[in-house]
T-cell receptor, first 113, second 113 residues
């Protein structure tokens, strides 16, 4: 089954404690992206990657890091989480250059105390 | 000017009526346009894509695109309570399909039985 998986699905942490949210896709997609979704602000792109070892900032990259060492994985790293990073996070993937759109993971709900 | 704009709603329609959702975008070079449905706490789910001016029908859904006016709409015929959700308009940033989607903040639709 074609899918994007994220782990963990729910996470409560404290300010300053480093965390990683994993994202994996099994569709051999080149493009992967991270979004955060907040009430009244909609979906906003954090980082994206056009292929292995190629990453770039989206609209709200501050406080986040990413890496793309393998085509299927695109982890999101919060080195020192703060309460304003409490949000619902989605990973997505797609083919580059084709008409297909992005497939979304199930989401990770993060609470930073 | 915001890149993708939607009325936040809520848009309330009775069961069986036509729901009309509207979206405007600012980037004239955009080539790909999408409508996603998102239930509360769930990931966005693609329901329609449109790439050419005019109408595209899929079951009870019709997407309409007018590139000259930079306007995309979604019509839902015979609305059902299960259609109650937030509808996100998404537009490709630039010319490359399948990547860098920009989302509107979404319109909440409520269908009453």
């Amino acid at each position: 089954e074609a899918q994007v998986t994220q782990n963990p699905r729910y996470l409560i942490t404290v300010t300053g404690k480093k965390l990683t949210v994993t994202c994996s896709q099994n569709m051999n997609h080149e493009y992967m992206s991270w979004y955060r979704q907040d009430p009244g602000l909609g979906l906003r792109q954090i980082y994206y990657s056009m292929n292995v070892e190629v990453t770039d900032k989206g609209d709200v990259p501050e406080g986040y890091k990413v890496s793309r060492k393998e085509k299927r994985n695109f982890p999101l790293i919060l080195e020192s989480p703060s309460p304003n990073q409490t949000s619902l996070y989605f990973c997505a993937s797609s083919l580059v250059g084709g008409p297909e759109t992005q497939y979304f993971g199930p989401g990770t709900r993060l609470l930073v105390l | 000017q915001k890149e993708v704009e939607q009325n936040s709603g809520p848009l309330s329609v009775p069961e069986g009526a036509i729901a009309s959702l509207n979206c405007t975008y600012s980037d004239r070079v955009s080539q790909s346009f999408f409508w996603y449905r998102q239930y509360s706490g769930k990931s966005p789910e693609l329901i329609m894509s449109i790439y050419s001016n005019g109408d595209k029908e899929d079951g009870r859904f019709t997407a309409q695109l007018n590139k000259a006016s930079q306007y995309v709409s979604l019509l839902i015929r015979d609305s059902q309570p299960s259609d109650s959700a937030t509808y996100l308009c998404a537009v490709n940033r630039g010319w490359q399909a399948g990547t860098a989607l920009i989302f509107g903040k979404g319109t909440t639709l409520s269908v009453s039985s």
